[in-house]
Every structure is written in structure tokens, then in C-alpha cells.
């Protein structure tokens, strides 16, 4: 008995511990946010030239959605953490470092994206692709594979042998079965 109690003693002081420590920064030098919060976020790649595309991530808000600003691109909603993409509008400042904020229900995390002095890569080509026409599915039936769409003699001369046998068959076992039940 005093085992159990010296055992919950030990896991309340644990999660009291566990839940009164402070929030660990959301900078750890990969890509994350330079601010405490209670939520992680980070922009990938740190460094993109004019015209890129970033990717925004958001983990551990509590709300299904975070909002995330910066003067160099729209404004981006992550929903139930999932990952957006932004580019970068093809003006941004070469050289210059700017703040993107990731807003979870009120509280407010940033970090920044230095903007390249590189190239902005040119726009993929639109290619239209033609539409296809809906599958019809697989011919069901008969079959098909001798190449016409009726049966041939031999195939319904076959069909009526394997019926005939599966039906004398059954016939047999039944007949079977009634003689064994009938007997003491």
C-alpha cells in the first residue's frame, strides 16, 4: 500500500514539475520562429531569392487554423497543421531579412527569410492537357476473348455438360444424405 502511494507521490511531483516549466524557445537554429511560444512554426528554406516559394509550417496550436503574414507574400492560412506554401512576391529587397508572423489564436510568434541575391526562376509553362474520355469499364458477361459477341456452339455444348453434372451431383449427395439420416 505504501508503494502505491510513494508511487503517485512521484508522478503528480513529475507532472507537477513537467507543466510548470517555461515554454522552450521556437528558435533552435533550424528554421523555426525566434520567439517564445506555445506553438512551433518555422519557414523552409531561411534564404530564397525574389519569385521562390517557401514552405510554413505550424505545430501544437490548439485552433484548426494559424495565420501567417509578412509584407513579401500573402497572407497564408495553415489549417489543422498542415503545411503552406507562399511565394515570395518577385520585388522583395535582395539582401534585405523580412519578419513573418504565424498568429495562433491571438498569440504571436515571428521569425524572419532573408531574401536572396539569386535570380527569381522563371515561371513554369502552362501546359493545357487534353481531356480524357471516361473509362466505360470492364465488359462483363460472356466474355470476349474469342472476338465475337455471341457464344459458340461449343461453349454453350460445355456450359450444359458442367450444369448438368453439378446438378446430377447434388442430386446424388441429397439422395445420400437421406438414406444415412433414415438409418438408426
Same mark, same amino acid.
Given at each position: 500500500?505504501?508503494?502505491?502511494?510513494?508511487?503517485?507521490?512521484?508522478?503528480?511531483?513529475?507532472?507537477?514539475?513537467?507543466?510548470?516549466? $517555461?515554454?522552450?524557445? /521556437?528558435?533552435? &537554429? =533550424?528554421? +523555426?520562429?525566434?520567439?517564445?511560444?506555445?506553438?512551433?512554426? *518555422? %519557414? @523552409? $528554406?531561411?534564404?530564397? /531569392?525574389?519569385? &521562390? =516559394?517557401? +514552405?510554413?509550417?505550424?505545430?501544437?496550436?490548439?485552433?484548426? *487554423? %494559424? @495565420?501567417?503574414?509578412?509584407?513579401?507574400?500573402?497572407?497564408?492560412?495553415?489549417?489543422?497543421?498542415?503545411?503552406?506554401?507562399?511565394?515570395?512576391?518577385?520585388?522583395?529587397?535582395?539582401?534585405?531579412?523580412?519578419?513573418?508572423?504565424?498568429?495562433?489564436?491571438?498569440?504571436?510568434?515571428?521569425?524572419?527569410?532573408?531574401?536572396?541575391?539569386?535570380?527569381?526562376?522563371?515561371?513554369?509553362?502552362?501546359?493545357?492537357?487534353?481531356?480524357?474520355?471516361?473509362?466505360?469499364?470492364?465488359?462483363?458477361?460472356?466474355?470476349?476473348?474469342?472476338?465475337?459477341?455471341?457464344?459458340?456452339?461449343?461453349?454453350?455444348?460445355?456450359?450444359?455438360?458442367?450444369?448438368?453434372?453439378?446438378?446430377?451431383?447434388?442430386?446424388?449427395?441429397?439422395?445420400?444424405?437421406?438414406?444415412?439420416?433414415?438409418?438408426?
Amino acid at each position: 500500500m505504501r508503494a502505491i502511494r510513494t508511487a503517485s507521490a512521484a508522478l503528480l511531483a513529475t507532472a507537477a514539475v513537467a507543466l510548470s516549466a $517555461p515554454a522552450a524557445p /521556437a528558435d533552435d &537554429g =533550424t528554421g +523555426t520562429g525566434r520567439d517564445i511560444t506555445s506553438f512551433g512554426f *518555422s %519557414v @523552409t $528554406p531561411r534564404t530564397v /531569392a525574389p519569385g &521562390g =516559394t517557401v +514552405t510554413l509550417t505550424s505545430e501544437g496550436c490548439e485552433v484548426p *487554423s %494559424v @495565420t501567417v503574414t509578412s509584407g513579401i507574400f500573402d497572407t497564408v492560412t495553415l489549417t489543422e497543421g498542415r503545411p503552406g506554401r507562399a511565394t515570395v512576391d518577385i520585388d522583395a529587397k535582395a539582401g534585405a531579412e523580412y519578419e513573418i508572423a504565424f498568429d495562433c489564436k491571438g498569440e504571436r510568434g515571428t521569425t524572419t527569410l532573408t531574401v536572396d541575391h539569386g535570380t527569381a526562376p522563371p515561371p513554369a509553362p502552362v501546359t493545357p492537357h487534353p481531356p480524357r474520355p471516361p473509362h466505360k469499364g470492364v465488359k462483363a458477361g460472356f466474355g470476349g476473348s474469342t472476338g465475337s459477341d455471341a457464344l459458340g456452339t461449343a461453349e454453350l455444348a460445355a456450359g450444359a455438360v458442367l450444369i448438368a453434372a453439378a446438378a446430377a451431383a447434388a442430386v446424388a449427395l441429397t439422395r445420400r444424405r437421406g438414406r444415412a439420416g433414415g438409418r438408426p
